[in-house]
T-cell receptor, first 114, second 112 residues
Framework: AQSVTQLGSHVSVSEGALVLLRCNYS??????LFWYVQYPNQGLQLLLK??????LVKGINGFEAEFKKSETSFHLTKPSAHMSDAAEYFC????????????FGSGTRLSIRP | DTEVTQTPKHLVMGMTNKKSLKCEQH?????MYWYKQKAKKPPELMFV???????INESVPSRFSPECPNSSLLNLHLHALQPEDSALYLC???????????FGQGTRLTVV
C-alpha cells in the first residue's frame, strides 16, 4: 500500500528564512505526489504535484518540491518565508487505478516568527 | 470554474436526526470523494465514487450513506450519528487516476 511520512509535526522559521518541509513516500513504483496547504477552518488547496514529467516541480506562492527517487523523498521548500505561509501542510500520494485513493501524510504545521 | 461547493458550511444535529451534506462540482470530474477530518489530524478517506459508482468504501459505519445522483453531485446522508462523528467533512473531485483533487471548504458537523 502506498503511504507518505511527514517528518516533523511542527516547523517554526523566521520570516525571510528558508522553509523546508519533509515528505518521504513508500511505493513500489513512483507514485503521484502532491503537496496541499490548509488554512484554519478551510478546505485544502493544491500547492504543487509530481506526475513524472519533471523532478523539480514549481508550485504556487513560491513553493517548489524535488522528487528524489533514490531517497524516496518529495520535500517542499520555499526560499523566503512570509507571514502568510503559516498554515498546515500535507503531503499526499495517489496510485494508478482509475479512481485512486489520495492518501495524506500526518501534516506539518508551519509557524512563522516575525 | 474550479470550485467544489459544499453545503451547509456548518451543521449541528442531534443523535436521532437525519441530515444530508451536499457537494457540487462543474469541472467535468469523474471521481468524487468524501473525507472526514478531525481537529489537528489529516483528512481520512471515507468514500470514492468513480463514474457515479461507489468504488471505494473505507469500512465506514452504515450511519453514513453516500449517494451520487449524477456526475456533478455528491451527497452524504447522515443518520443516528454519535458525538465522536463531529468533524470537518470535506468533499473533493478529480479527473481520476493520478490527478490532483480539488477540495470544497468543508462542512463543520457537530453532533449533540
Amino acid at each position: 500500500a502506498q503511504s507518505v511520512t511527514q517528518l516533523g509535526s511542527h516547523v517554526s522559521v523566521s520570516e525571510g528564512a528558508l522553509v523546508l518541509l519533509r515528505c518521504n513516500y513508500s511505493s513500489s513504483v513512483p507514485p503521484y505526489l502532491f503537496w496541499y496547504v490548509q488554512y484554519p477552518n478551510q478546505g485544502l488547496q493544491l500547492l504543487l504535484k509530481y506526475t513524472s514529467a519533471a523532478t523539480l516541480v514549481k508550485g504556487i506562492n513560491g513553493f517548489e518540491a524535488e522528487f528524489k527517487k533514490s531517497e524516496t523523498s518529495f520535500h517542499l521548500t520555499k526560499p523566503s518565508a512570509h507571514m502568510s505561509d503559516a498554515a498546515e501542510y500535507f503531503c499526499a500520494v495517489s496510485g494508478y487505478s482509475s479512481a485512486s485513493k489520495i492518501i495524506f501524510g500526518s501534516g506539518t504545521r508551519l509557524s512563522i516568527r516575525p | 470554474d474550479t470550485e467544489v461547493t459544499q453545503t451547509p458550511k456548518h451543521l449541528v444535529m442531534g443523535m436521532t436526526n437525519k441530515k444530508s451534506l451536499k457537494c457540487e462540482q462543474h469541472m467535468g470530474h469523474r471521481a468524487m470523494y468524501w473525507y472526514k477530518q478531525k481537529a489537528k489530524k489529516p483528512p481520512e478517506l471515507m468514500f470514492v465514487y468513480s463514474y457515479e459508482k461507489l468504488s471505494i468504501n473505507e469500512s465506514v459505519p452504515s450511519r453514513f450513506s453516500p449517494e451520487c445522483p449524477n456526475s456533478s453531485l455528491l451527497n452524504l446522508h447522515l443518520h443516528a450519528l454519535q458525538p465522536e462523528d463531529s468533524a470537518l467533512y470535506l468533499c473533493a473531485s478529480s479527473y481520476g487516476r493520478g490527478t490532483e483533487a480539488f477540495f470544497g471548504q468543508g462542512t463543520r458537523l457537530t453532533v449533540v
